[in-house]
Nanobody
């Protein structure tokens, strides 16, 4: 069993930055693909970013490309999401997720159905961007 705990959310003005962290329990964290998803009020949960087990491959949703950066520190069992140039439309609950299968390819994770393939989820952290 893997437990994921997100932190770092909060209220920020448009144009500002936040860094989210996701701490994972379990010895096999370093073998998992990790992802960030978000869910805005009244909307479906959507893919934000994913990173391969080694950190050598990353993929982003078009809406965050160039503004967000996903990274991981396997020694600390932690994955991060650096969010810059935040916009009001980035307001959402952000969820960390783990995929225990090997990297499935960038196209897989950017599809809406990718969230159904994630095996473990955190409880989320709220990010609010004011205009």
């Amino acid at each position: 069993q893997v437990q994921l705990v997100e932190s770092g959310g909060g209220l920020v003005q448009a144009g500002g930055s936040l860094r989210l962290s996701c701490a994972a329990s379990g010895r096999t964290f370093s073998s998992y693909t990790m992802g960030w998803f978000r869910q805005a009020p009244g909307k479906e949960r959507e893919f934000v970013a994913a990173i391969s087990w080694s950190g050598s491959i990353t993929v982003y949703a078009d809406s965050v490309k160039g503004r967000f950066t996903i990274s991981r520190d396997n020694a600390k069992n932690t994955v991060y999401l650096q969010m810059n140039s935040l916009k009001p439309e980035d307001t959402a609950v952000y969820y960390c997720a783990a995929d225990t299968k090997p990297w499935r390819g960038s196209y897989y994770y950017t599809r809406p159905s990718s969230l159904y393939g994630m095996d473990y989820w955190g409880k989320g952290t709220l990010v609010t961007v004011s205009s």
